[in-house]
């Protein structure tokens, strides 16, 4: 009895000490994980296999013509909005699954530098969060696909409308350390990004990395953040 007590208190001692050194660990999707923009490329197939949608992206040019000037967010959503008409919950999530596996076979398409990098910080026992303006279910799966599937996602979402899917949340900017805040994380120690859209993400860092930036975006993000940044040149 007295041996099975003894063999416990290590075990205990270094679950603690496992805990007390984990480190949150964030890293932005597009740019940072894959070359170019998952979503966008989705949208673009989607038109592309459609002149139907190719028709609706002409009847809203006016509309976006009208806005562009004081908001290229809304230009940007009124094509999303045409590109995901007709479809509900169930036929967004095939359609974002189909093309999100066969992206993963796309010769390039993904940063190796940022995968490694990524695999190993959870090597090292951290905590890995992919922080993305990317729609949630077509970051996800392609997350799955590429072996990832247990990496938590913070991720822009959608909701059912009656025309169609429709842009719910965008997590860009500030919303990013908020969606954080709401998921129950208030520090992180690192974070990678190659945006300077993402300054409210990266200044509360202990690291802030910058991937594949130009000097232009090194100099406006240390600037946002008040420190040098670290750069990295990922292929």
């Known amino acids: 009895m007295s041996t099975g007590e003894t063999s416990l208190e290590p075990v205990t001692a270094e679950v603690v000490l496992d805990a007390v050194a984990q480190r949150t ?13 998952a979503f966008y490329l989705f ?3 989607r038109f592309e296999r459609s002149w139907l949608r ?8 006016p509309w976006m013509i009208l806005v562009v000037p004081f908001s290229r967010r809304l230009a940007e959503r009124a094509l999303v909005h045409v590109g995901l008409l007709g ?3 169930r036929r967004y999530r095939l359609a974002a699954e189909a093309f999100g596996a066969s992206l993963v076979r796309r010769p390039k398409q993904f940063c190796r530098d940022g995968l490694s990098a990524l695999r190993r910080h959870q090597a090292a026992g951290d905590r890995v969060i992919v922080v993305t303006g990317c729609e949630h279910v077509l970051v996800s799966h392609i997350l799955a696909q590429l072996g990832l599937g247990d990496v938590d996602v913070l991720a822009s979402q959608l909701r ?3 025309l169609g899917m429709r842009v719910k949340l965008h997590n860009v900017g500030r919303r990013k350390p908020a969606q954080l805040a709401a998921f ?3 520090e992180w120690h690192v974070a990678y990004s190659d945006s300077a859209v993402d300054a409210p993400m990266l200044k509360p860092a202990a690291e802030a990395v910058l991937v594949n930036g130009t000097p232009k975006v090194c100099k406006k993000l240390e600037k946002a953040l008040g420190r040098t940044i670290t750069r990295v040149d990922w292929f």
């Open 25 to 37: 660990v964030l890293f932005d999707f597009d740019g940072v994980l894959i070359h170019g923009d």
């Open 43 to 45: 949208m673009r197939d």
């Open 54 to 61: 190719k028709l609706g992206a002409l009847f809203a040019l």
């Open 87 to 89: 479809l509900n919950e």
């Open 160 to 162: 059912p409308g009656l």
């Open 184 to 186: 129950g994380v208030g």
